[in-house]
Structures are given as structure tokens and as C-alpha cells.
């Protein structure tokens, strides 16, 4: 696996940890977002994109790669009066700085399996370097439904180093790991990272010359973020997308307590308020995506806000922060490998550089993923809402505690066939170890007796997986080709034999 086209899974791994409007749609013209001057496709250098993401031939699954460089004028914002928790915030444009930056688009190759819609990527820099953590997560119901997807280099950190936010590690940025290929970047500081994420939309909305996207027909743009980067998306929603009007919906995804700073050095630091909700005057829809960790160990139970006309929290039983797909499956799995539905159970997921005190989650949050993608495309396509989901069960006395049931997994929370006809305890909390291991939770399985116990036969058991499967698709929680793939792994297993 080159460096240049694919990092190792050491690169996946450090990337992937983390701490992690409202007034009109995004169809209406974003007349104040500039658009940026757009180079590529990008050659030279090392000869590929340097970025954590999956490792397979694209062109296997049908799809293309292309980077370009964005360059402008960005701007930095300011606030214009209290930042409050209700996310209704009013923010200034300030400062301006020239930038110039990459985005990496990964599309069908033929127009005609083009879809219309493109998931635009807030890339997490957490690990010090860029990580596609999203499309490493869904990329098997992206390819398989035909969306484009754009990764943006929108931090510092990622472009030109500093430090990363998990401590310890030494950041590998663009401009160091290929000088050559990404020598001519230049980014001016994080205050001005939600301007440079806007004009990367803008690059595809009205585009000042050539697109990103070539020929293809686009219908929905929607922005995508994961763990630091929907932290920052939050604060985007909140203050920058009124100004901006640029994407027609956003999936949050494992954000914790609080936001992003609005501003930070050297501009004068705004930080957020201690609790910050998205905002309830949106008319684009906003779907947010939580694991077990990020509402304890993260905090976003003390952020938890009810389910609105353009608001939905999407709470999932037996996942971590991180899991064995991001970190072992996903990489590898161009859409229907049989791994994705078994489980993985390995404490070092990363030999010889990290080993935690228990098996590491491998739990379904991928799944469920995957079905938020398509129920945020139809919402933002159709106006068809996705299904309202139930919270985990959770003792609020600190710490926050995960209510669980008699096999220890979690109550509560949208439901999958893993934690409903179990093998297994799959919890996003009881790891030990260093900060990554904490986000990994645990997979715990069940002793032969146990698995006796519960399912008497085989036909026992995949009886009642099948029925559980069945009742997450009904509710919209598992898509079909998921679905079928999980009951075909569960009939094809040695569980009750």
C-alpha cells in the first residue's frame, strides 16, 4: 500500500482517533461565497494523492480519482454578538487571507451511474495528517449508489504540520510528505478553515471555470464531517453556513460536547460556549450521528437536543468512536466482503504499535452509516425525512453510564441484529489503555455456553437474526444490501452447531 495513494493502517489508525441558515436553502445562489480558482488534475510529485482512505482499486468498483488545488481569498469571521448554546449565533465576516489548498474527488466513471448527489468531506486531521474518515466508513453504500464524493483539505494541520490534536504524534502534512506534488499549498490558519470548506462547495455549485466534477450533473451538495471535523461542522452550521448557503444538508458525525472556536490564534480566540445545540431555524436538514463513546467519554449527552422539522439524532447501540471496519475491514472492503458482517476480535489492531487492554469494537455503526447516507440524500433530495430514532438508555448521574441488559450490551438506541441476537458484548466504553484504546470500546465474546444457552441450533439462531434484520430494515436503520449480507455471514456461520 503506497504512501502516496494509500496510507498504511498506522496512518488510518492515527488519523482516525480523535477528541474527536437557516434563512434559505442551499439552492438559492450562495452569492456570498466566492468561488475559487480551480488547477488539475493534480500529477507529479510522488505520482498519487497522499490521504488515509480505503485501499483497493477504484477503478474495480467503477470509480475514478482526481485532485485539483482551490485557491482565493478567504475569510475569517468573527462573532457579533454571545455565542449561545442554542446555536442561533450571528457572526462577521473579518480578517481576509490568501489560501490555496487541495480537494480529492472520487467519482463514477461513467456519468450516466452518477446519482446527482456529492458528499463533501471536512477531512480529520486529528492524527496530524488528512484521514477520509467518512468515506472509509460509507463508501461501500456510496459507490454502490452512484454519489461523488470530494475530501477537503480545509485545516492547517493537514497542509502545512503543527500540532496534532491526539499529543504524541508527529504530524505527516501534505507540504512534507510529497514537497514536489503539494509544495505550492498555502493555508493561513484554522479561523479561516469554514471559508476555504465554503468556496470547496462553491467550487462545484457555480464553479468559476472547470468543476471538480467535470461533466456530471449535480443536484445536492451535502456536507460531511466526523469527530474533530463535525466539531467544526457544528460551528459551521451554527455561525457560517447563514453567511454562506452553500450545502444542502449535513451529516454530523460523532461530535462530543461544545464546538469548534470560531476564531483562534493569530486571529483573537472566539472559542464556544460549553454546551452548543444545532440550531433550530434551518431549512436545510441536519443529521447527527453518535456512537456509544461520544455520548459519554465525548460528552454529547449533555449536547442531546429532541428531533425537529430539519433536525435528527441518530443514537447507535453496541458502537465505539472507532471500530474494527474503520480500522482493519474498512480499508480493504470494495463493497461486499463478508468481514463487514463478522466479527473481528483483535486487541491490537495495529501490531506492534498499539495494543489495548480488551478486543477493540466490532460492533455494526457502519451499517447504520450507511443507511444515514441514503436517509440524508432522500431528506435533502425528496424532503422525506428519515425515521425519528430512540436514545440510548443512559444513568445522566457522572459519569454519564450506558443503562445496559443482562449480556451487557447497551439499552436503548437504534437496534441492529449484533446487540438484539448477540454473540458477542459490543460496547463503545471499558477499554483501557492510551487515549486511542479508549475510543476503540470493547468486544467481548460469549463462551460456548453461553452461545448454548441462546440459540439450542443454528436454525435457532439465524431465525431470530433474520427477524432482527427484518426489523431493522423496516424502520430504515439497515439498507437492503446490508441487510442480506449480514443474514447471508449469520446463515453461513458455525453459531448453534
Known sequence: ??????????????????????WGGATVAAAKTASPTLEGPVTGGRGAPFLATTAFDLTEVGYSQAEYFISGTATAYTNGGDLASDGRWKVIPGATAAYRTRVLVYRPSNPKNFKGTVVVEWLNVSGGLDAAADWLGAHAELIRKGFAWMGVSAQAVGVEGGTAIVPGIPPLPLKTTDPVRYGSLMHPGDSFSYDIFSQAGQAIRHPAGMSPLGELKVKKIIADGESQSAYRLVTYINGVHPLARVYDGFLVHSRGASAAPLSEAPQPRIPAPIHALIRTD???????????????????????????????????????????????????????????AELTVTSSPVPGLIRCGAPINSGPQHFVLNAAVEALDRWARHGKPPPRAPRLEVA??????????????????????????????????????????????????????????????????????????????????????????????AASSAIGK
Open 1 to 22: 500500500m503506497p504512501l502516496t495513494t494509500r496510507c498504511t493502517s498506522r496512518l488510518v489508525l492515527l488519523a482516525l482517533v480523535s477528541l474527536g441558515l437557516v
Open 282 to 340: 434551518l431549512r436545510v436538514p441536519v443529521l447527527v450521528f453518535e456512537t456509544e463513546t461520544d455520548l459519554g467519554f465525548l460528552g454529547y449527552f449533555s449536547d442531546r437536543q429532541p428531533d425537529g422539522k430539519r433536525f435528527r439524532l441518530w443514537e447507535v447501540a453496541g458502537t465505539a468512536h472507532v471500530d474494527a471496519y474503520t480500522l482493519i475491514v474498512g480499508p480493504v472492503d470494495s463493497g461486499d466482503s463478508p468481514a463487514a
Open 396 to 489: 445522566p448521574a457522572p459519569p454519564v453510564t450506558i443503562v445496559r441488559d443482562a449480556h451487557a450490551n447497551a439499552l436503548g438506541g437504534i437496534r441492529t441484529p449484533q446487540v438484539d441476537v448477540p454473540i458477542a458484548t459490543l460496547s463503545g466504553q471499558g477499554q483501557t489503555g492510551s487515549i486511542f484504546c479508549i475510543l476503540f470500546g470493547t468486544t467481548t465474546p460469549f463462551d460456548a455456553a453461553t452461545l448454548a444457552s441462546l440459540y439450542p441450533s443454528h436454525d435457532a439462531y439465524v431465525s431470530a437474526f433474520d427477524e432482527a434484520t427484518k426489523r431493522a430494515r423496516r424502520a430504515g436503520f439497515i439498507v437492503k444490501p446490508d441487510a442480506e449480507l449480514m443474514e447471508h455471514v
